[in-house]
Nanobody
Framework: QVQLIESGGGLVQTGDSLRLSCAAS????????MGWFRQAPGKEREFVAA????????KYTDSVKGRFTISRDNAKSTVYLQMNSLKPEDTAVYYC????????????????WGQGTQVTVSS
């Protein structure tokens, strides 16, 4: 079992930045690829960013490329999502996920989920 706890969400204005953190406990988190997803009201959960087990490889959904950066510190069992130039359409609950695939870039690739953290971007 892997437990994931997100933090760092909040209410910000358009153009602001936030850094989300996801702390993992339980089985060695470095054995898992990590990903960030988000879900806006009335919409399906969607992929945002993913990092490989080592953190040496990453991928992003097109709408956040150049604005968001995923990173991980395996010594601290923590994965981060740095979000810059935030837009109102980034408003959602953000979830951290862990999985055994090279990338956790699909909901079906995730074995474990955090409880989510709310990000609200006002215009």
């Amino acid at each position: 079992q892997v437990q994931l706890i997100e933090s760092g969400g909040g209410l910000v204005q358009t153009g602001d930045s936030l850094r989300l953190s996801c702390a993992a406990s339980g089985r060695t988190s470095s054995n898992y690829a990590m990903g960030w997803f988000r879900q806006a009201p009335g919409k399906e959960r969607e992929f945002v960013a993913a990092a490989s087990r080592s953190g040496g490889s990453s991928k992003y959904t097109d709408s956040v490329k150049g604005r968001f950066t995923i990173s991980r510190d395996n010594a601290k069992s923590t994965v981060y999502l740095q979000m810059n130039s935030l837009k109102p359409e980034d408003t959602a609950v953000y979830y951290c996920a862990a999985g055994r695939y090279f990338y956790v870039d699909k909901v079906s690739n995730a074995d474990y989920w955090g409880q989510g953290t709310q990000v609200t971007v006002s215009s």
